[in-house]
């Protein structure tokens, strides 16, 4: 008998045995893992519900009866909050922006994330480290003279400009995302597209995009997620009603409430802004996880 | 590639045509045919859908009818209006007057030399009485924030500090009149005590609020500049003046007394207020948007009395010494039109658009004589009365705003949850505060 | 792979010239600042070589906001793993529902922070949040004395709802390492007798460390850079005891509440910051370099 015989009957006898223990000790061994992620999943959900809930109560209830169920429904807080304070024509900003600005985001970092890892030329290393520097760099020095330039562009106050501005920050952290993406698929393919007379750049429109899309997919909806909360920088680039995004109207809502005191607004702009994103990960939480899982470990 | 390369044609001509028709979108209105027209850039604190922005859309609107070759254009920043406003003036943007909070401008726009005097326009007649326009405020809101002689702001709004109380519970504890000395007001304190009500509201650790209680008692006992002399101190020494050790005390003695209940320390705005408007606690030192503030939680029928901040025996302050949150209008330096925006301001002064203001917004106003909303009738009676304004934090917070971030407050917030003593407080005073002015 | 040079400037011009014109420009412009005492208003720089530096050296709240930040990077993070290990392994546990439990874990993620600081502030509340509102249920009563939010505790208690807010993006990464890995290595480790703890160790850490590498890298730039929740927690004025280095930058240049005008010497925190963080990937790539086992 040799060692591989002798590790086989030595793998099936364990997997035997541990199918007995299994079986036996499966609802013991299990229930520490059902208690522990199941109270946590728990309090998760029970804060949605919360939030959802107090958007729906009075002003007074929020604070008298902060976890009883509402007494009565107040759907005016939305009302209030989709139509006086205009999370209407916020949400539509915000869409349309947010939306062009992943689109675009893709469109520039999957052919820069391609090359940075998977052709060799000079200066990568460098250009892949003045990318992931980015990463590092705090936003709020970026705000006045990021200002200048897009002063001196025409590019304040504008939709236009804050889609630009969230294309260029966004890039670092794609790019980082991606080129992980990229170099975990297998090198043979390339190798074969061009021994079949592809042309370099059709290596990757035709092999490689395809090939990446789930990290493409995963880098829209950490995208999408981050710009739709994103407030910092649409604070300091739009100025006007009309421009205003989702997140920009929440928070001034929220900034607003010393003199306006109304929480039960603020509860209901919260879920105005938390929908979209929920709605989004409940149908491509799974693409997106099976995303990262390919990305992760290249 | 032909794919390929559309996409990249594609972004390039996206950011190209975006970026060329953008101008078109930012040009003014066409002028009136044969009148100049004039366009001014009116940059605000409020939000767009606040009642006060909705008020003052309203003067503009009003202010337009009765001038046709004038436009005002309000943005609506929201807070951080004086922050953008920075940027934007780096970045050559064009912006004709703004508001804020007084403090704020004290110790930003006002204090870089980047508004525009209104001493002369002062002295044009009310367009609505026989007086100047310096006489339509309340006594000492005017000059309130004033550089030197030089007049930069235009206060529309006030928001007197008192203490804001549940006048049911007052009444139910005996309390029938407003306490004047420290003594009858600690007499107050242990009836409501005994009445079996929390007495004071307050956040555990929002020195915005809290510290009034420390500007107050320093004032009521040494008279106004006293603090702010000894914040700009640099050998710290004179915080080893007895005023403080003393105001330090009769605050940890309200805290000692039980007037405050234990969980304070924990409350996170707006933990604390909250407890007024549910009942629990009757009375919080504040601004006076407290009563507008918890309106929709304490409910219509709320009995809102206004306290005045006793005066404390022997002491050079006075209990009518009234702290006023002001806001106010600036003109910006570099404007054409300082004379048209004055007549606006003007405009919005008479006593019928300050009357709108006040109960449109249920806000405190500059104007003498306009009846506050019922809420705070108190606040009125007080600014109207004030024999003198105090700057909140005695003015520490516009000269020296990064002294009371870095040394004052985190020493307060200690003093206020008494993890340190009157006294221990007093001697990290002096210390940090040389320590501080070594360095700046 | 062999490529044309056009290939390559080509792919890399878009991504290169956004990047560069609006963010790399303006950094670098930014770091000029931090050579000035200015406070952002009009002309009124002057220029005074390092002395912001030497100011930031010697500002006593600038370390202690760095120590904060660093208490949020290295407790937090061992707590964040850590976590996120033990509910790796749980959900590996043959569990049922193991995508919806994952799901559920990671949704923070996916809320507005100020949803969620408002959230935490209702929790901790001293008279009736409801940790005050569970315990006194139970008469538990250290407990509903215990006051999350006091200035002794405030610190720790954010730092629980970061580390919440954090555990299910990290249990992501590590599940999406820990999948990848062949049954049969498992197999093996239990044919040598390796229990449960043995296992972990000398099989699935040693399997994932390429993933667990950029998962440490992500949290240490994001727990560096923290800003917003912690901002957001606190009312209206941040206490000093919520401090990060972000919050010291923001508050120093762009006073939200208060007038305190000093661009340069925040540009110059911005800039400590930036240090801190290639210092601490630097450090972390090093620990951390191990032979990648392929299998």
Redesign the interface.
Known sequence: MDTQEL?NI??EE??KK?ARK?KRL?WL??T???V???I??L???F??L??GLSSLK???Q???E??MLPTELHFENFVKAWS???FSNYFLNSTLVVLISVV?IL???A??S???S????RGRTL?SM??T??????Y?????????????????D?L??LT??Y???S??FT?YILT?FFSSLP?EL??AA?IDGC???????KIMLPLASPGLITAAIFNF?GLW?EYQLA??FI???ENRTI?LG???????????????G??AG?VI??VP??I???FL??KM?AG???G??? | MKRLRMLILLVIALSLTLAACQPAAEEPEAPAAGEEQIVLEYWSMWNPSEPAALAIQKWIDAFEAENPNITINATWNGRENQTKLRSALAGGTKVDFMDQDADQITGGLQKEGMGYPLNEFLTQQALDEDISIADTFTPGTLELHKDGDTYYQFPYMNNTWQFWANGDILAEAGVTAHPQTWDEFLAMAEQIKDAGYNVFAAEGNEFSYNFAYFTYLVERMEGPGVLLAAAADKTGESWNDPVFLKSAQMITDLWDAGYFPPETVGYVWPAGQMTLATGDATMELCGSWLPNELRGTAGEDFNWVGLKFPGVEGGKGDVDHLTEWLISFMIMKDTEYAEEIFEFFKFTQTKENAQMMAIDAIIGVTRKGVTWPELLKDGEEAAANAKLALKPYDGIQALYPEYQEIVLAPAFNDLWVTTITPEEFVERMATESKAFWDTH | MKARKGLIILFLLPASLLYGIFFLLPAIQAFRYSLYNWSGFGDSKVFIGLQNYVELVNDKVFWLSLRNTMMILVVGGIIVFTLAFIMTVALNSGIKGKKLFRAMIFLPNVIATIALTTLWAYIYNPSFGIIVNFAKAFGLEKLSNYIWTSPDNVFWSVLIAIIWMNVGYYLILLMAGVDKIPKEFYEAAEIEGANKVQTFFKVTVPLIWDVLTIAVVLYSIGALKIFEFPYAFYGISVPQQLYTVGIYLYIMGFGKRYPIYRLGYATAIGVMLLLSVIIVVLILRKLMKRDILEY
């Not at chain 1, 709020?140 to 304040?156: E, G, N, Q, R, Y």
């Open positions: 590790n030595k793998r364990a997997a541990s299994g499966m061994s299990r520490p893992s059902y522990f992620v199941g946590w999943s309090f998760t959900v804060v949605i919360w939030v009075s002003n007074m929020i604070f008298k902060p976890w006086v304070m205009r675009l469109v520039v970092s052919p820069a391609y090359v940075l998977r052709l060799k030329f250009i003045i990318y520097a980015g990463m590092g760099i705090p709020p020095l970026l705000f006045i003279p990021l200002f200048v330039i897009m002063a001196s562009l025409k590019l304040i504008n236009v400009g630009i501005v294309v260029s920050l890039i670092p790019v992980g090198s390339e190798e061009i042309k370099d750049y059709q290596v990757f429109t997620i909360n604070l300091v100025n006007s009603d997140s929440l928070y001034s809502l929220a900034n607003s409430m010393q003199y306006t005191g109304d929480w039960a603020l509860f919260i802004i938390m994103t929920i989004l990960y409940i939480s799974e996880i990262i899982t390919m992760a470990s290249k």
